[in-house]
């Protein structure tokens, strides 16, 4: 039994990470073998030297967090946004009527094709950065709020009216709960939007920010630092989006679909 | 348990129009309080209809309702509803579907409505773990826990496997008899009318073209010659055009026969 369940264990856990360790090894040793210019692909160890010296200097803290800053408070804005006109249009057809073409009008302008008229508008400071993250972030969870709400089981709705519930009431224990799976695959793909954009502002016009970071690298020629900004993005891309399945996990709880996973 | 809290219930000659489709044309009933009423009829003869009048969902286009002598307008408090489908909330755990919309401190007397309908023991599982008939058991929970004095219930077996129904009956038949609320049950199974009804009312071309009562001792039993007779008499009155005299007598008939 305990042999079983350590072999599980294995396979479920160890197993995956195979293949990337294999691959991590094997670009170290082409690099060392010298099969592979630093210049172009500097070896995993340089990559992580490069990371220490950011952080002893205290510069790479002060990127992270402008970066982080500029995430937060463009998906604050933008979602929050996206959410109140999604919950707005899905409640009362009369706003939807007024809202609703407009909005998917300007949603199918790509946000990124924006960014010489955000650079006209707010230069290169913190407002275009912001602003172009929230524009991206708005529309997917707009959609799905949208979409979930418009896809709640109207006989629920009416079984909580003559049951008695006010219509704050209605909005908390129906209607929102049964737009939530809709709203999380929203923010989830507003989530991976939020560092695209990031990503695509901070490189092409910043002078602060992980992107400035890898971009300032390049002119000197520091691959180890660039390769390294690219590993963060990654890594918060994965952080994101592991919040977005915890609270999947959290709120959905009822749902078959999202038990054991 | 406590009596006689069952709500009068009386359709002055009712109409209701959707559009240009007259669905129902006149209806005049009166439901005594505590009684048992049956409502049958073809699929789409406006049996739904005529339940979500009486729970206000839906207002008369002329006529009136009265709920124990007053004009109802507006949403019918004193009612409850089960739906064919138990409309139970998935994101909420059975217990907390029952006390839905409850204030205070409920959940004592959840967990007693829960024992009532035997499914005490599932009060914090999810819905969707529940099977069909464990689900309308608690739809019935939550519909009795706030003591309604008019259950309306919509097919709310009709679903159902044949033996699940059974006992379902039963159980409805059980907690009216204890707590003595008016019941209109919208039905198409014949047999569950004659099980259940104080008077089975048949609608037919938006009118009440039959209103029986069924004066067999409770509990019944199917297997009964009187139950049978009544059931095959109701039958042959939905499936053909004969004149509601004919049916009348054929009733009374019946009844004869079992009296004999
Ligand atoms: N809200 C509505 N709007 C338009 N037509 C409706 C509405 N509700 C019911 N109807 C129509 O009224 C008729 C009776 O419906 P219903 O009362 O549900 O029948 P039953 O329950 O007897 O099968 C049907 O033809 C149905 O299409
Ligand atoms: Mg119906």
């Known amino acids: ?261 | 348990m406590e009596t006689g809290r069952g709500a009068e219930l009386v359709f002055v000659q009712v109409a209701k129009q959707f559009g240009d489709q007259q669905v129902l044309r006149r209806i005049d009933l009166t439901v005594k309080p505590g009684e048992f009423i049956a409502i049958i009829g073809r699929s789409g003869c406006g049996k739904s209809t005529l339940l979500r009048l009486a729970a206000g969902l839906e207002t008369p286009t002329s006529g009136m309702i009265q709920l124990d002598g007053q004009l109802l307008h507006g949403l019918n408090t004193a009612a409850r509803v089960m739906f064919q489908d138990a409309r139970l909330l998935p994101w909420r755990r059975v217990i907390d579907n029952v006390g839905l919309g409850l204030k205070g401190d409920w959940k004592e007397q959840a967990i007693t409505v829960l024992e009532q309908v035997g499914l005490a023991d599932r009060a914090k599982d999810w819905p969707s773990v529940l099977s069909g008939g464990q689900r309308q058991r608690v739809a019935l929970a939550r519909a009795l826990i706030s003591r309604p004095q008019l259950l309306l219930l919509d097919e709310p077996l009709g679903a159902l496997d044949a033996l699940t129904r059974i006992e379902m009956q039963r159980l409805i038949e059980r907690l009216w008899r204890e707590q003595r609320f008016t019941a209109l049950l919208v039905t198409h199974d014949v047999d569950e009318a004659v099980m259940l009804a104080d008077r089975v009312v048949l609608i037919e071309d938006g009118e009440c073209a039959l209103d029986l009562p069924v004066r067999l001792p409770r509990p019944r039993q199917r297997g009964d010659a009187a139950f049978a007779d009544l059931v095959d008499t109701i039958l042959r009155r939905i499936l053909s055009t004969e004149s509601d005299e004919k049916v009348i007598a054929a009733s009374s008939m019946s009844e004869k026969r079992r009296a004999l």
Do not use: C
């Not at chain 1, 094997?26 to 950011?54: N, Y």
């Not at chain 1, 016009?205 to 590993?231: C, K, P």
């Not at chain 1, 890594?235 to 959290?250: C, Q, T, Y």
């Open chain 1, 1 to 261: 039994m305990k042999e079983s369940k350590k072999v599980k264990w294995i396979h479920e856990k160890v197993v995956p990470w195979g293949l990337p360790i294999v691959l991590l090894v094997a670009w170290q040793g082409a690099v060392e073998a010298g099969w592979l210019s630093s210049r172009v692909l500097p070896a995993p160890t340089d990559v992580v030297a490069a990371a220490w010296d950011l952080l002893e200097k205290g510069e790479l803290w002060q990127h992270l967090s402008i970066s982080f800053g500029r995430a937060l408070i463009g998906f604050a804005i933008g979602g929050s946004l996206g959410f109140v006109l999604g919950l707005l249009n899905g409640v009362f057809r009369p706003a939807e009527r007024l809202l609703d073409t407009s909005i998917q009008m300007i949603r199918n302008i790509p946000h990124l094709a924006m960014i010489p008229l955000v650079i006209l508008w707010f230069g290169i400071g913190e407002e275009a950065k912001v602003f172009l993250v929230a524009i991206g972030v708005l529309f997917p969870i707009y959609v799905n709020t949208l979409h979930g709400i418009r896809n709640v089981d109207a006989g629920l709705l009416e079984m909580g009216r003559v049951y008695g519930l006010r219509p704050w009431q209605l909005f908390w224990r129906i209607w929102l709960p049964g737009a939530l799976s809709s709203i999380l695959v929203g923010l989830r793909y507003a989530l991976g939007i939020m560092w695209l954009t990031l990503i695509v502002a901070e490189t092409i016009a910043a002078d602060r920010g992980i992107g400035y970071l890898a971009m300032n690298a390049r002119e000197f020629m520091q691959t180890d630092v660039v390769v390294f900004s690219i590993l963060l993005y990654a890594l918060f891309g994965k952080l994101a989006d592991s919040i977005a399945r915890f609270l999947e996990k959290r709120w959905l709880r009822w749902n078959v679909n999202y038990q054991n996973r």
